[in-house]
């Protein structure tokens, strides 16, 4: 069991976890879930942590999308899928990316990637706070991570 | 001069917007040439399909001249106001209306919008680019010997996304084209049809670095467009959280900037007292990010606990000795993505960037200290405890301007509202004209300090999109 204590005096109990890189995208949103995700970025590099944030997709298993995913960012999103070896996972964070939330489909914006794909994470929340990003990381590594 | 331009515009026909006048295309022609010779800043230009608005800051005062829309377009204001060109390229995508004499080439749109000009009363669908449109390098690129280098839009950081096409022909970038387009949520084909409370909680999400400073803009030409004057609560409120989201923005970028310059203490004092600053604002209002804090008019507590703040400003004194110690922060930075007074002038540039300029060669030392030092302001401001008097509202005809001091420079906020909707909106971010400074900005630096005078900058890629 470690403890994860930089950004919360109380401390927080992970459990033991295989290593998981995440290449996350902002896909179009306001930078409200990148601004908790970078909290909790922080944390997780302060604290050793497995869970890590990668620049570049060719070394992560795992996918985090925030933001609604406009038109200029679908074939981003598209390559950066592509470039990413063997078994991976997708993930979505936020209202935005998980159903488009206050951002609907229109002429510049496709709504979220959540509704679209299949997502193995899918966190709503405007944002949600890096504490409930983490629990939703360690929920699925602990359950469906490991088969 | 400035004020012969200012008269200028004054003589044209006044509207139900405080400040803004219909200037005949023979007088906007006028205006246009006296510009040439005068000082008066041009803080934002945008269209609402029918006429094109210019807003100037005469002294504290913003004046807005409006030209009608012919056949032909509007004759353009960058020849001689050069932070609008990024504004006529976004008029031109949006509503498909020219600038006589300045540049067609899209701003936003790179060809995957299934329309064109989306906001135009007959927008036609287009089949779009596939690969979106090509860059078109400049002689700078060639002399660059065909060595470029693409910086975003995913890099695998928490910005939001734009790329630049960077030319270098030695270890010095030399060629920078910006895309932009790619946060472009289509906010104001949004916002119109609205509710103002519905469209305030997309207002609010514009930019989560700055969305205090978006609501209150908002709120303020909400008021001067229905004519209620905002309680002094509510004025109180957007100051006191105005200035924690000021603190908490200022130290997501020092904290940022430590990291990717390897000033690990510096990285992890910032990134605690953010940490403490976001929980503050969660025990304030329910939010750490502070979205959805002043429209409907905030009922917040508007006090920060003495202990609390007492801790951030012991903090913020260890921080900035920290930042200035013997090979620390200021050090490593120093010289780096050069932001002077001059070009913070040509392109409109305001807020800490410009005050950085002012104080110093305007490099990143000078603006992270600049940063700091509006931490140590903010703090004041919240220890003095606040007081707003009631705001009243000018106009009250259904039109309303509106700005707020954003961490980035002011954010402004035009809006029509007709039968309790929205009618037309525009908001004016700092972000666009740092990002039409980005290639004096980032001439000459390594291609590895690109993401390091990013994070300093304080650019917004969604603010500047819309």
Redesign the interface.
């Known amino acids: 069991m470690a403890q994860l204590n930089?950004?919360w005096p109380e401390g927080m109990p992970l459990p033991r976890l295989e290593a998981l890189d995440i290449?996350?995208?902002?896909?179009?949103?306001?930078?409200?879930c990148?601004?908790?995700?970078?909290?909790l970025?922080?944390a997780l590099l302060?604290g050793s942590h497995p869970i890590r944030?990668?620049?570049?997709?060719r070394q992560a298993g795992m996918l985090l999308l925030t933001g609604?995913l406009?038109?200029?960012?679908?074939?981003?999103?598209e390559l950066?899928w592509q470039a990413m070896p063997g078994a991976r996972v997708l993930a979505v964070v936020g209202d935005c990316a998980v159903d488009g939330g206050?951002?609907g489909g229109?002429?510049?914006?496709l709504g979220g990637v959540g509704a679209r794909a299949r997502t193995r994470v899918a966190l709503p929340g405007?944002?949600p706070?890096p504490d409930e990003i983490l629990a939703a990381l360690v929920r699925w590594q602990t359950t469906e991570g490991k088969r | 001069m400035s004020a012969d331009v200012a008269a200028l515009i004054r003589r044209g026909a006044p509207t139900p917007c405080a400040g803004r006048f219909v200037l005949e295309i023979e007088a906007w022609q006028a205006m246009i040439a006296r510009l040439r010779a005068a000082e008066l800043p041009l803080l934002g230009l945008w269209s609402d399909g029918v006429q094109v608005h210019a807003l100037f800051r005469q002294g504290q005062t913003p004046l807005v001249a409006s030209v009608g829309v012919s056949s032909e377009g509007y004759p353009a204001l960058s020849p001689v106001r050069a932070g609008a060109r990024g504004a006529e390229r976004i008029i031109h995508d949006l509503w498909g209306i020219p600038a006589t004499g300045g540049s067609r080439d899209p701003w936003l749109d790179q060809g995957r919008w299934p329309v064109a000009t989306p906001l135009a009363a007959h927008s036609a669908p287009t089949p779009g680019l596939p690969e979106g449109r090509e860059f078109i390098d400049g002689p700078a690129v060639m002399r660059a010997g065909g060595t470029v280098l693409g910086h975003g839009p995913a890099e695998g950081d928490f910005r939001a996304p734009f790329h630049l096409r960077l030319g270098l022909p030695g270890a010095g970038i030399e060629a920078v084209q910006p895309c932009m387009g790619y946060a472009h949520r289509g906010l104001a084909a949004r916002l119109r049809g609205l509710a103002p409370q519905q469209a305030a909680l997309l207002v609010a999400r514009i930019d989560a670095t700055a969305t205090v400073a978006h609501q209150r803009a908002f709120a303020r030409a909400l008021h001067h467009a229905t004519g209620t004057p905002m309680p002094a609560q509510g004025v109180a409120a957007g100051v006191m959280l105005g200035a924690m989201e000021r603190i908490a923005t200022h130290l997501d970028m020092l904290a940022q900037a430590s990291a990717m310059g390897g000033d690990g203490r510096c990285a992890t004092l910032a990134a605690t007292m953010l940490e403490q600053v976001r929980q503050i604002c969660r025990e304030l209002c329910g939010r750490r990010l502070l979205f959805d804090v002043i429209v409907p008019p905030a009922t917040v507590k508007v006090r920060v606990e003495d202990t609390q703040l007492a801790t951030l400003v012991g903090q913020h004194a260890l921080l900035h000795r920290l930042f200035w110690r013997p090979r620390g922060l200021a050090a490593r930075v120093r010289g780096k993505g050069v932001l002077s007074a001059i070009t913070a002038a040509r392109w409109g540039i305001l807020g800490c960037n410009a005050r950085a300029a002012q104080k110093g060669q305007g490099d990143m030392t000078d603006r992270l200290d600049a940063r700091l030092d509006e931490i140590g302001e903010s703090l004041s401001l919240l220890a003095a405890l606040p007081e707003g008097s009631a705001m009243a509202p000018e106009g009250g005809q259904g039109e309303g301007l509106g700005w707020a001091q954003g961490p980035a420079g002011p954010v402004w906020h035009w809006l029509r509202v007709e039968e309790g909707h929205v009618a037309a909106w525009w908001c004016g971010d700092p972000s666009l004209a740092l990002v039409q400074a980005l290639p004096t900005i980032l001439s000459g630096a390594a291609y590895e300090d690109v993401d390091l005078i990013l994070a300093a900058l304080g650019l917004s890629a969604t603010g500047a999109d819309l």
């Open positions: 930089l950004f290449f996350h995208i902002e896909s179009g949103g306001c930078t409200g990148g601004l908790e995700l970078a909290s970025s922080r302060a944030f990668v620049p570049t997709p609604s406009t038109v200029g960012m679908a074939p981003v999103v950066a206050l951002f229109n002429y510049a914006v405007c944002p706070a």
